[in-house]
């Protein structure tokens, strides 16, 4: 079935870094990718997504490629705030229910400190 | 206000206890979503509904019950609540057809002691 892999958190860096986040996924067919993000004490937002393979989805400064040869959709951005602190899911809409639902990956904790 | 909204926001309750946990949303969308979320496991799916007529199982579905009082209403039940359902609960929404970005509610925090 389908499955996401994260990295484990937490990661911890210093304002300005540069974060990289690994997400690899197994699906059969050409699921669409999504990064979600969770802020303390409130539900999952979009950050954002990739419908086919080669996309580069793109929000707030951070980015991700669609990988079908790597089958990977890491995010990444130049330079972390202290405000961008919260837990990153990487998720897939594949086989699970024909398309209708999302797998999600067990998220990454990231910690930015001043 | 928030299009996807999820009362209570915490709840303690007892082993045995029967619980509803309710999510309402003002988006207009057609599908809901119910997830469960554990530390180091993500979110898993629990049951959702693509119209008031349509109830559907999803991966960890055991011990649960839904109803779609409306297409803007969709609870979750438990009839008999266990400590191993302790976990954060979250509501999603999603249209229709070849969209599949959900919106969640801010979640509810279930204790069962």
């Known amino acids: 079935g389908d499955s996401v892999t994260q990295m484990e958190g937490p990661v911890t860096l210093s304002e300005e870094a540069f974060l990289t986040i690994n997400c690899t996924y197994t699906a059969t067919g050409y699921p669409s990718l999504f990064w979600y993000v969770q802020y303390p004490g409130e539900g999952l937002q979009l950050l954002l997504k990739a419908t086919k393979a080669d996309d580069k989805g793109s929000n707030k400064g951070f980015e991700a490629t669609y990988r079908k040869e790597t089958t990977s959709f890491h995010l990444e951005k130049g330079s972390v705030q202290v405000s961008d602190s919260a837990v990153y899911f990487c998720a897939l809409s594949g086989a699970l229910l024909g398309r209708r639902a999302l797998t999600f990956g067990s998220g990454t904790r990231l910690q930015v400190q001043p | 206000d928030a299009d996807v909204t999820q009362t209570p926001r915490n709840r303690i309750t007892k082993t045995g206890k029967r619980i509803m946990l309710e999510c309402s949303q003002t988006?207009?969308?057609?599908?809901m979503y119910w997830y469960r979320q554990d530390p180091g496991l993500g979110l898993r799916l629990i049951y959702y509904s693509f119209d008031v007529k349509d109830i559907n199982k999803g991966e960890i579905s055991d011990g649960y019950s839904v109803s779609r009082q409306a297409q803007a209403k969709f609870s979750l039940s438990l009839e008999s609540a266990i400590p191993n359902q302790t976990a954060l609960y979250f509501c999603?929404?999603?249209?229709?057809?070849?969209?599949?970005?959900?919106?969640f509610g801010p979640g509810t925090r279930l204790t069962v002691t």
């Open positions: 988006k207009g969308h057609d599908r």
């Open positions: 999603a929404t999603s249209e229709g057809g070849r969209s599949y970005e959900q919106y």
